[in-house]
């Protein structure tokens, strides 16, 4: 059974910065793309950023030039580097993985969510 587990999240002012952690109970091998999502109170979960096996990363607009998406191979584990933070940002940061299987069916898998909140 595969088990995601973030963490990193915490209070912070505006402007601060966060790292933010997903480890895989196994390898991010088999992970064909792994990301973030976030989801704030009374809306709903959003891509924040994913990225692929071979290192392809998408953003969304708003987290652009702030946020960075990066895996480690070795340590099976996904981080989302968050800069320049805003009061918009609070929510619930939560851990993706995705595998496409070879008869065409998508497994996604689902961390608990890591809180992060931003104090203007």
């Known amino acids: 059974q595969v088990q995601l587990v973030e963490s990193g999240g915490g209070l912070v002012q505006a402007g601060g910065s966060l790292r933010l952690a997903c480890a895989a109970s196994?390898?991010?091998?088999?992970?064909?793309?792994m990301g973030w999502y976030r989801q704030a109170p009374g809306k709903q979960r959003e891509l924040v950023a994913v990225?692929?096996?071979?290192?392809?990363?998408t953003y969304t607009d708003s987290v652009k030039g702030r946020f960075t998406i990066s895996r480690d191979n070795v340590k099976n584990t996904v981080y989302l580097q968050m800069s320049s933070l805003k009061p918009e940002d609070t929510a619930v940061y939560f851990c993706?993985?995705?595998?496409?299987?070879?008869?065409?069916?998508?497994?996604?898998?689902w961390g608990q969510g890591t809180q992060v909140t931003v104090s203007s």
């Open positions: 993706k993985a995705t595998t496409y299987a070879p008869g065409g069916e998508t497994y996604d898998y």
């Open positions: 990225i692929t096996s071979g290192g392809t990363q």
């Open positions: 196994g390898s991010i091998f088999s992970f064909n793309v």
